[in-house]
């Protein structure tokens, strides 16, 4: 598919995700969105984002468990990094904050990019699998909407996969004792150059997948996750809404599948969509459910960006110039 004919298709799809949301917004009651907006306890919402902001220290803490093997990156530096990736995530609608994330810390740790990446591929799926036990335990313990629930066996599935793959390479990193790529050093031509960058974070995968490094970040995904959750129901509190606990757990579910493919920046618009169909089967009316996820965005975001942009500058000031 040509550069043109992607970016006819992107803009097509944005245009079908307006027309559905405008559809969406004109069945909304606002003015019983703006009173719940106007209403909502600021102590719970501050109770909210503090939980958010702690939700992201750790999952910038489960990044570094797997960069400490590959040489000294400060804690600090991998805070910052995650938040300014995750500020950028916030802006646009691709996931660009990623690959900031890896040239940041990469440039100002002074380590390779490639060990960086691999770092930030095995936090990716820590995060992917914490999501599924998530969703497999609720969807058996809980009472969900359809719409979550029907996942739960092919979640069960997937989580299967993996679990079995992750003990699989933490077999192989503890017989790993170095992450040299074999081969040229220097290999000639772009396709070389990109295999032989890809080896090298493969073989920096199976470095710093240790099974002790595997099951802490495991802990901290699972423990960010549960701080989701409590960010989503302390918000829908502060907002008054009558909201069981198993209603925060199948909105947070459902809004984490959209994110997946974001349609706008921030995921702005589908985000209240889908959290206003899921917490309908609780009994919460699209009014007060599209004014909780207002806020719930609100306090994620908000603060995200400009601790992020804030940071952004440090981070890059402070580089300096890479190992090779």
């Known amino acids: 598919m040509t550069i043109s004919r992607q ?6 799809m944005l245009l079908v995700v307006v027309a559905l949301l405008a559809a969406f917004g004109r069945s909304v009651d606002w003015r019983a969105t703006a009173l719940v907006v106007r209403s909502a306890d600021l102590v719970l919402l501050g109770g909210a984002l503090a939980l958010n902001l702690l939700s992201l220290v750790l999952k910038g803490v489960r990044w570094w468990v797997f960069l400490r093997p590959l040489g000294n990156v400060p804690l600090p530096l991998v805070l910052r990094a995650t938040f300014a990736g995750a500020s950028l995530n916030n802006l646009v609608v691709a996931q660009g904050g990623e690959g ?15 060990g960086v990446l691999a770092a930030l591929a095995l936090e990716r799926v820590l995060d992917m699998v914490s999501y599924l036990v998530l ?12 719409h979550v629930s029907q996942w739960r066996a092919a979640a ?28 040229s050093t220097h290999p000639s031509g772009l396709g070389r150059r ?26 901290l995904s699972l423990a960010a996750w549960s701080l989701q959750v409590a960010t989503y129901h302390l918000t829908a ?6 909201l069981p606990l198993a209603g925060s757990v199948a909105a947070m579910l459902a809004v984490g599948i959209s994110f997946l493919v974001r349609a706008t920046p921030g995921n702005v618009g589908v985000f209240q969509v889908i959290y206003a169909l899921t917490v309908r089967s609780f009994g919460i009316g699209e009014g007060a459910a599209v004014a909780a996820a207002l806020l719930i965005q609100t306090v994620q975001v908000v603060p995200t960006v400009v601790i992020g942009t804030l940071l952004a500058p440090r981070l890059l000031g402070g580089s300096r110039p890479r190992a090779s």
């Open 7 to 12: 970016r006819a298709l992107r803009v097509a």
């Open 100 to 114: 900031a994330r890896v040239l940041l810390v990469s440039r100002a740790a002074g380590i390779p990019s490639a």
């Open 135 to 146: 969703l497999v335990g609720a969807a058996w313990m809980l009472e969900l909407p359809d």
């Open 156 to 183: 069960a599935g997937l989580l299967g996969l993996a679990l079995v793959s992750l003990v699989g390479l933490g077999a192989t990193a503890s017989r790993t004792t170095s992450a040299a790529p074999t081969g």
């Open 194 to 219: 990109l295999a032989a960058y890809l080896r090298r974070v493969r073989g920096d995968v199976a470095l710093v997948a240790s099974p002790r490094r595997l099951a802490a970040a495991m802990l």
């Open 237 to 242: 509190r502060a907002a008054h809404l009558p």
